[in-house]
Each structure stands twice: as structure tokens, then as C-alpha cells.
């Protein structure tokens, strides 16, 4: 590997990091989580079970998250291109993935909160 590959690669772990941290506090949370920042999350007599509804958002968070280094690693695979390729699979990622996390949550919403 080369120093451009190395130093890409800690940047991208880098900043996607907080999102898998992300995953990994929800998965844990005894109380339930919120998917938006700055909302407040359900409460827990609103929950069927608290339990896999943190783990499958804490689950969703970490696979959006190691989408980003699989964009990354894929991108490699096209040679001198690898940067408009991580690049590209990069904005997909971003867009078709927060779409399906969007789609994710409130697909649980509607499995597990009382309303």
C-alpha cells in the first residue's frame, strides 16, 4: 500500500467513525433512541420492546457506517480511477443509504411503537 491509500483510509475511518460509534451507543441504550438529532426520542411505555428496537437502529447505524469503508475499499478495485469510484459509490452511500435508513426507521416506528 502505498502513503495516499494509508492516509486515505485513516481519514475515512476517521470521519466515519462517530456514525458507528453511533451504532454501537443505541445498540447498547437501555433507553430508547432517537433517530433524528434534537428529537426527542419515544417514550419507553410507548415501546413494545425497548430492546430490539435499540439493537436494530444500533445495527442499522453500523452497517450505513461500514457502507463508507466498503465505498472506499471498492473504489481501489478501479485502479487510477479510485478516486472518482470511492468517490461516486461515496455519494450513493450517502444519499441511497440515508434514504434507506430513513425508509428503516420508519419501518420500526410502525412495528414497535404504540400509537
Known amino acids: 500500500m502505498n502513503a495516499e491509500i494509508i492516509f486515505s483510509l485513516c481519514i475515512t475511518a476517521l470521519s466515519i467513525s462517530p456514525i458507528i460509534i453511533l451504532g454501537i451507543v443505541q445498540y447498547n441504550s437501555k433507553k430508547p433512541v432517537a433517530f433524528w438529532a434534537g428529537k426527542e426520542p419515544p417514550k419507553a411505555e410507548e415501546i413494545t420492546d425497548i430492546k430490539a428496537y435499540n439493537h436494530r437502529h444500533g445495527i442499522m447505524w453500523v452497517c450505513y457506517g461500514v457502507g463508507f469503508i466498503l465505498c472506499f475499499g471498492l473504489g481501489f478495485l478501479f485502479g487510477e480511477d479510485a478516486?472518482?469510484?470511492?468517490?461516486?459509490?461515496?455519494?450513493?452511500?450517502?444519499?441511497?443509504?440515508?434514504?434507506?435508513?430513513?425508509?428503516?426507521?420508519?419501518?420500526?416506528?410502525?412495528?414497535?411503537?404504540?400509537?
Do not use: P
Request: hydrophobic residues 60%.
Open 83 to 115: 478516486w472518482l469510484a470511492a468517490s461516486v459509490l461515496s455519494v450513493a452511500e450517502v444519499f441511497g443509504g440515508l434514504a434507506a435508513a430513513i425508509a428503516y426507521h420508519n419501518r420500526l416506528d410502525r412495528i414497535y411503537l404504540n400509537r
